[in-house]
């Protein structure tokens, strides 16, 4: 028995050590200082992790390209298709790109509380960077309570989509500017059978399908996240309210049932299948590269883009915005030239004009925006618009990923359906666990 | 005989059985191996990260048992054990009856078997995530195959992936449709019972389905035993089918990253697994999630202990007979 018990406390203090020593793994450059600049004659090699795939992968391929004319010495090695469970796992295994491309802003309060994106002040100060090139928004989502650690690659912005042809055919004149706009307007596009089943939706009010998502419907209704001391403010902030009961209202237009028969029948978001595609739905909300898309799969679509619909009058030309960040991993073995990369990506006006343009997404920069090289239609002015504006709203930054916004969107979804009786009292039951969830994670 | 009991070994044999110990203990050493460093030490290391605050990157602290005591305040967890029970449950009789009634059929063909049984087996070699895709589309409602058909007798399909009520009952279906391992695994026992067994009962007058509930069942009794505790352990760990279902359900099966909202709809999908999922890689709290999969692991290993004794219970009763 004394054997036995020898043996299993052997056993526990060896997988403690071992697994001490796999939890330390990871570490490498210091974030202390900027790791020093390359020599023009220094040979190396720069990993960088993205999750573009296919026609996009190659387009950013071509933007890292640019670099070698700064630095020819440097070789660029794009490995495409690496989302951020393989980024923290490449972290805590050692084996780090020296540059990461992630599409989670989400995750940038991880990120930058973990210390799994190295701080980029020290490079920022020593280069005198000039921030104030980006807009405040953009600046927001790519730091953490001041430790900023990633630096934006170019933007997406959301904005309203509307079907042309389906306007003028129900007298809808002019795009709608308020929600109550958009109520009536959506009550007029909407066509339904005889049964009663719906063949066309004006407006789909369903949380968490397509871009329905809390954070960018969140700036239409000037709802805020956090109160002045840091808590959850669904309760407090009127937005929400509003937000829930505009939605609310839509769905007993339609009926939920049908409404639900309606929308499990469309396509996937990314599809060609979607539902603004087959003319299934006349009004949505939705990023500038939509206009891509529309302009690829449904080239029969007459579409129009305006700034969403708002709560009220003043706040007309709000937006959502996030988009690509770029960080060093800790770990990094060459932070000096990847910071050097990072820098020519987020600042270097010909490349990210040349890189909007590829895979039409807003440029992050005000000089990239002004640049006559950009290729702006009518239906992406909106979005540039927007961009230039100083009403931009971006992703909430906390330390639990997604979590504050799945809590969102499942209580609203919740309360759509009729299930949740007090509204107030749900909502400060969501805060309440979101505020746990933040303290429970200690940062 | 006695004279011998109380004697030492010649050192000679001594040696010869240590060499012996030696040998065998080399070629298990592979596998010995192998079993400390993949299950023992992740399993190990799972219970000492669940008393620690560890986010992945930096080094875990320890928290006692906060994290354990957070449990009974997440309202998502209790949800989650909730679909993972009803999946253990629904899941494990349906896999079950199905893969016997399947194979109980295919044992009685007479023609077309290998046909039947590769077309049966087919499915289950397809990638879970193929897999689920192609049973989403089929079940899509407005204009699915399914919907289809059903719409020729006048029926709606239900909204299989969008409904709460529906979207387990769905996901079991394509548990079922991919369950053909279990299916050969039963088949092969059928086949394996004594044909005399089948003659002596036919002499005393049983008809089919009394040869098969007096025959058949019980001597595949074993086999049986371990398809349950195989859907059950699968039932716990029930994963992909239940992303890709909400995602799909949700629209958004082909976006990436934290715009896959899982668990929809109404968090009907979020099975205890996808929760920990969630926990450990998009909340970054591994060591909730630890502690989670510790949990897990405890209640998979009582269910099993419960079933494989259950089962050599069954077997020594078989083996002793009436009386025994």
Known sequence: ?443 | MAATLGARPAPGRGRARARHRLAVLGFMAPAIIGFVLFFGYPLVATVVFSFTKYDLINAPEFNGLDNYTFMFKDPLLIKAITNTLWFVVVLTIARTVFALGVASVIARLKSGVGLIRTLCYLPSLAPPVAATLVFFMVMRPNGGPLDSVLGWFGLDSPLWFSDPGWAKPGITAIMLWISGDLMIIILAAILDVPQEQYEAAELDGAGPIRRWWHVTLPTISPVLLFGVVNSVILALQLFTQAVVAGSAGSGAADATGSTKYLGFPDNSTLTFPVYLYTQGFRYFDMGYAAAMATVLFIISFAVTIVLVQRMRKNSSAEEGGPGA
């Open chain 1, 1 to 443: 028995m004394r054997k036995h018990t020898r043996a299993a406390l052997l056993c526990v203090a060896a997988a403690l050590t071992l697994t001490a020593c796999a939890a330390g793994k990871g570490g490498g450059s210091s974030t202390d200082g900027a790791a020093a600049a390359p020599g023009k004659d220094d040979k190396l090699t720069l990993t960088v992790w993205s999750n573009y795939s296919d026609r996009e992968y190659e387009e950013v391929t071509k933007a890292l390209k640019t670099f070698n004319k700064k630095f020819p010495n440097i070789e660029i090695k794009h490995e495409g298709s690496q989302d951020d469970d393989k980024i923290t796992a490449g972290i805590r295994s050692g084996n780090t790109p020296d540059v990461a491309l992630s599409f989670t802003t989400d995750n940038i309060g991880q990120f930058c509380s973990s210390g799994a994106f190295q701080a980029l002040k020290p490079y920022i100060d020593r280069d005198k960077v000039d921030l104030n090139q980006i807009s405040p928004a953009v600046r927001e989502y790519t730091e953490y309570k001041g430790n900023r650690c990633a630096m934006p690659m170019l933007t997406d912005v959301y904005a309203m989509y509307y079907n042309k042809d389906m306007m003028s055919a129900a007298g809808v004149t002019n795009p709608p500017k308020t929600m109550d706009e958009l109520y009536d307007a959506a009550t007029k596009l909407t066509k339904k059978a005889p049964n009663g089943d719906i063949e066309v939706a004006g407006y789909l009010p369903t949380m968490g399908f397509y871009a329905n998502r809390p954070t960018i419907l969140a700036p239409s209704y000037d709802a805020a996240w956090e109160t002045a001391d840091g808590k959850s403010a669904l309760a407090s902030s009127p937005g929400w309210t509003e937000m829930m009961k505009f939605q609310k209202k839509l769905v007993d237009f339609y009926g939920y049932d049908a409404l639900e028969r309606f929308r499990a029948g469309l396509g996937q978001e990314y599809s060609a299948d979607h539902a603004f595609h087959q003319g299934k739905i006349a009004i949505m909300m939705d990023g500038e590269y939509r206009t891509a898309f529309l302009k690829a799969q449904a080239p029969q679509i007459k579409f129009g883009t305006a700034p969403f619909p708002t709560l009220k009058a003043d706040q007309y030309g709000t937006a959502f915005t996030t988009g690509t960040i770029m960080g060093i991993p800790k770990g990094a073995k060459n932070p000096g030239a990847a910071w050097e990369l990072i820098k020519h990506l987020s600042f270097d006006t010909d490349t990210i004009v040349d890189l909007a343009n590829g895979i039409k997404n807003v440029p992050s920069t005000k000089a990239a925006m002004e640049s006559s090289k950009l290729e702006v239609d009518e239906q992406f002015k909106t979005f540039i618009d927007l961009a230039k504006s100083n009403k931009l709203k971006g992703n909430p930054v906390t330390p639990i990923g997604d979590a504050h916004i799945k809590a969102v969107t499942d209580f609203s979804v919740s309360y759509q359906s009729g299930k949740v009786p007090d509204l107030q009292a749900g909502l400060k039951e969501v805060d309440k666990n979101i505020d746990d969830q933040i303290a429970k994670s200690g940062k």
